[in-house]
């Protein structure tokens, strides 16, 4: 048996409650993972209000990446040995001392990394590969619109997006948050408070607008995205923790020829997970084992006090990543 954090009822953070559960068992392909550190992500918080379910197949317990060891492998599995430090994007499960996950969606720990920061890369730098990279496109020398840029989606976005030559614009809620994304590389941080960022991502681009725009507003920002975005900007569509429903002025996806795309990723396929992770082993790997990037750390908290990390998650004060010590 082992520990984990389960979801009482749908509910607020104290419907998180310590439990036991079976250890799982690798299946073909799969690795089983005694756990050292667990994300915490907004996913986490939408499913233990009842928002997000886990798809098909996946563990009911929250927890979407990990950090750990490998305890065993399942049939087939021969990409890592029995001990080696891995980091692993999960559909699932991560609140507890063991998970199973697919080998090819793990990725060995880069080195010189703690436990508590690996377990901080898999998800954000999964979707912000997708999404900005993938999706969006990003190129050398573009603009990026990362809003909600002390998340740890924009902590990372921001990062990745100067590490491969362009120029980052971010919004945050505060002067301190604001000055967090500026250090970490951000050409202009916008107090979305006190600034209108349609307005700043014209003065700072020369009227040029942003190639890319990474969203997980949504809400009015959409109208305002349209008119920030560049000819031929592509807006990335993540969350909607502003509304999914939005008027806007659509004449200007014509007239700029603008993309509007969306996506989620935790129901995606294990081989896309995979290429996914193949990817950011060659081009992010790298960057992360000479810190050239790396996860920005907001707390670490106990696995029995999960609910607390959702507190400070749902909150908004923290900068960067929040993560459960798990053993």
């Known amino acids: 048996m082992m520990k984990a954090v389960e979801i009482g009822e749908p509910g607020g953070p104290r419907a998180l409650r310590m439990t036991e559960r079976p250890i799982p068992e690798p299946g073909e392909g799969e690795v089983l993972i005694r756990v050292k550190c667990a994300g915490v992500n907004r996913p986490d918080v939408l499913q233990r209000m009842g928002a997000y379910p886990p798809p098909e197949g996946a563990s009911d317990l929250p927890g979407l990446e990990v950090s750990g060891v490998i305890e065993k492998a399942g049939p087939g599995a021969t990409r890592f040995a029995e001990g080696d430090a891995v980091c692993a994007l999960t559909a699932g499960g991560g609140y507890a001392e063991f998970v199973t996950v697919h080998e090819s969606n793990a990725l060995p720990v880069p080195g010189g990394f703690t436990f ?7 998800e954000t730098y999964f979707t912000v590969w997708h999404n900005v990279f993938q999706r969006g496109g990003l190129q050398p020398g573009e603009t990026l619109l990362v809003h909600g840029g002390t998340s740890g989606i924009g902590t990372t976005a921001i990062q990745l997006a100067k590490a491969f030559g362009s120029t980052v614009i971010t919004t945050a809620g505060s002067a301190e948050k604001c000055a967090a994304c500026e250090k970490l590389g951000a050409d202009r941080a916008v107090n979305y408070r006190e600034e209108d960022f349609v307005e700043a991502v014209g003065e700072t681009t020369g009227g040029h607008g942003a190639d890319v725009i990474l969203d997980m507003v949504g809400g009015d920002y959409i109208s305002r995205n349209y008119k920030a975005a560049a ?50 082993q060659e081009n992010v790997w790298p960057l992360l084992a000479d810190r050239k990037v790396q996860p920005v750390m907001d707390m670490i908290y106990p696995l029995a006090e999960a609910w607390r990390a959702h507190e400070r998650m749902e909150a908004g004060s923290h900068i960067g990543k929040i993560v459960l010590d798990v053993a």
Do not use: C, D, W, Y
């Open 231 to 280: 000819i031929e900007g592509r807006v990335v569509q993540i969350a909607f923790l502003g509304g999914a429903k939005a008027e806007a002025n659509f004449s200007l996806l014509m007239t700029k020829r603008l993309v509007h795309t969306g996506s989620t990723l935790r129901a995606r396929s294990v081989e896309f997970k995979g290429a996914l992770a193949a990817e950011l």
């Open 116 to 122: 508590s920061e690996a377990a901080a890369i898999p």
